[in-house]
């Protein structure tokens, strides 16, 4: 399981009693943190069958689906904010999920590891081998990951994709904030902003 530098940030852009919806919400953590401090009205979508019950346990309202079927169930900005938490390298089709994330809700937070860290350039480089950090912590054979993207990659998609960045954060693995001009080789992990 990564390791999750990104909740605090995320709770903290996200206002008191929001609709909010967290797709792959894993074991319903983040969700369950919103409605007990913030009282938001959460849902989530889930995949894995374990996570859900998981979900169920805690309290949290989830749709056990893909991410985008359950999406099209809502009309358009029924949420405040629609959260993809680490989630978007296990995406077939990101740009579907983006453009769907922003017709359901206001605002997207997007959250995913930076593949351009130091750390995974190193093993590449050095050991000539698929890396495994902290925030990569899979085999290249059993990996959930399906798309290795980088903050640089992430950024021009969004322009590609005319998805307007808010605001965006990065993060070394230890939570100490990395400055943007150098957060593609040193942050391992980014949190994007997004709205129409």
Known sequence: MPIRLDYDYIESHVPDGARVLDLGCGD????????????VEGRGIEIDEASVRKCIKRGVPVYH????QGMKMFQERHFDC????????QT?????????MLRVGKRAIVSF?????????????????APITPLWPYEWYNTPNVRMLTI???TRFCRKQNLRIVRRR????????TPAAGANFFASIAIFILER
């Open 28 to 39: 319903g953590k983040l969700l369950e943190d919103l409605i007990r401090e913030k009282g």
């Open 65 to 68: 689906g893909d991410m985008l």
């Open 82 to 89: 629609v959260v993809l938490s680490q989630t978007l390298q």
């Open 92 to 100: 077939l089709n990101p740009a579907e999920v983006m453009h769907e």
């Open 113 to 129: 590891p930076n593949f351009g860290h130091w750390q995974v350039r190193a093993r590449l480089l050095l050991g000539g081998m």
């Open 152 to 154: 640089k990659d992430f």
């Open 170 to 177: 990065f993060f070394s693995r230890t939570f100490i904030r």
